[in-house]
């Protein structure tokens, strides 16, 4: 099995900042794309930011320019760098990672358990 297990969210006041960590672990053979999701009270779960293996990177438009997303291949670590923090970040911040098991599997998506980011005075 494949587990994601996510750190660093915390209770930080508005423009203040966070690093959230995402390691994976267990059956893996190769990472795709890794990626943060983020899901508000009463609201869908919706992307915050995605990279490749080769280090191409997706924002939302929400978070462009406030958060940087990278990752260590070597540790099946992605990051998430999150500045000048607004309320409406406010959020459980899930990980996800499209997970090759072997060389000849395709990718399958697992996602952690979530990490949660609240912004507030």
């Known amino acids: 099995q494949v587990q994601l297990v996510e750190s660093g969210g915390n209770l930080v006041q508005p423009g203040g900042s966070l690093r959230l960590s995402c390691a994976a672990s267990?059956?893996?053979?190769?990472?795709?794309?890794m990626g943060w999701y983020r899901q508000a009270p009463g609201k869908q779960r919706e992307l915050v930011a995605t990279?490749?293996?080769?280090?191409?990177?997706v924002y939302a438009d929400s978070v462009k320019g406030r958060f940087t997303i990278s990752r260590d291949n070597a540790k099946n670590t992605v990051y998430l760098q999150m500045n000048s923090l607004k309320p409406e970040d406010t959020a459980d911040y899930y990980c996800n990672a499209n997970v090759r098991r072997s060389m000849r599997s395709g990718g399958m998506d697992y996602w952690g358990k979530g990490t949660l980011v609240t912004v507030s005075s």
């Open positions: 990279i490749t293996s080769g280090g191409s990177t």
């Open positions: 267990g059956s893996i053979y190769s990472i795709n794309a």
